[in-house]
């Protein structure tokens, strides 16, 4: 149980483009999930907490009208980076906690999808 | 605030020998102590985690840790290991009620043939 999905796994765009990535937590629901993002040889940066009905929590440094963040279920969130640039090039992750009934009270721990590798040209 | 250490960047390993990853945190009370490994090019998949009880825990793939309040570690270990378990490791550390815990920048571990 506890599966977490990510599409696309990888993509590549033109500079100035959009692209949105989706998250899916496919045997649970998920009240909460949250959009991490990992350079080349670093540990993970989180970028957002997605709450479902609610705005997302951006971390500090984390434009919002850049990376937009919507949870419009308890089982999909979706991050699009607008105006994609070769800066925004990186690995974004993104996890989901259980919602409160779900698997016997795990909710401190987060499941994680696959990734996707954006290429920004 | 909490924070975690990863005192290594790279350990290399033959195969078939013992393995141990160093973690180290700080925290006032006690934590939430998660281990992820993440294959090239995917996301974390969580080995084992340490919330209270027996303080030795007992994870995926053969892996094990054990959290010692006296030294603020959380070390994992595996007694053999396989060439597959090249990957990168990652400690992280949690408090109750909240769901995000600080990571460590990763241990990557080779594995020699």
């Known amino acids: 149980g506890a599966v977490v999905s990510q599409h696309p796994s990888r993509v590549i765009c033109k500079s100035g483009t959009s692209v949105k990535i989706e998250c899916r937590s496919l045997?649970?629901?998920?009240?909460?999930m949250f959009w991490y993002r990992q350079f080349p040889k670093k540990s993970l940066m989180l970028m957002a907490t997605?709450?479902?009905?609610?705005?997302?929590?951006?971390e500090q440094g984390v434009e919002k009208d850049k990376f937009l963040i919507n949870h419009a279920s308890l089982t999909l969130s979706t991050l699009t980076v607008t105006s994609a640039h070769p800066e925004d090039s990186s690995f974004y992750i993104c996890?989901?906690?259980?919602?409160?009934?779900?698997?016997?009270?795990?909710?401190?721990?987060?499941?994680f999808g696959p990734g996707t590798r954006l290429l920004v040209l | 605030a909490q924070s975690v250490t990863q005192p290594d960047i790279h350990i290399t390993v033959s195969e078939g020998a013992s393995l141990e990853l160093r973690c180290n945190y700080s925290?006032?009370?006690?934590?939430?102590l998660f281990w992820y490994v993440q294959s090239p090019g995917q996301g974390l998949q969580l080995l084992l985690k340490y919330f209270s009880g027996d303080t030795l825990v007992q994870g995926i793939k053969g892996f094990e840790a054990e959290f010692k309040r006296s030294q603020s570690s959380f070390n994992l270990r595996k007694p053999s290991v396989h060439w597959s378990d090249a990957a990168e490791y990652f400690c992280?550390?949690?408090?109750?009620?909240?769901?995000?815990?600080?990571f460590g920048r990763g241990t990557s571990l080779i594995v020699h043939p």
């Open positions: 925290y006032g009370a006690t934590p939430y």
């Open positions: 996890s989901a906690v259980p919602s409160e009934r779900e698997l016997g009270g795990t909710q401190e721990t987060q499941y």
């Open positions: 045997d649970f629901q998920a009240t909460t």
């Open positions: 992280a550390v949690g408090v109750q009620g909240s769901y995000i815990p600080t």
């Open positions: 997605s709450n479902e009905g609610s705005k997302a929590t951006y």
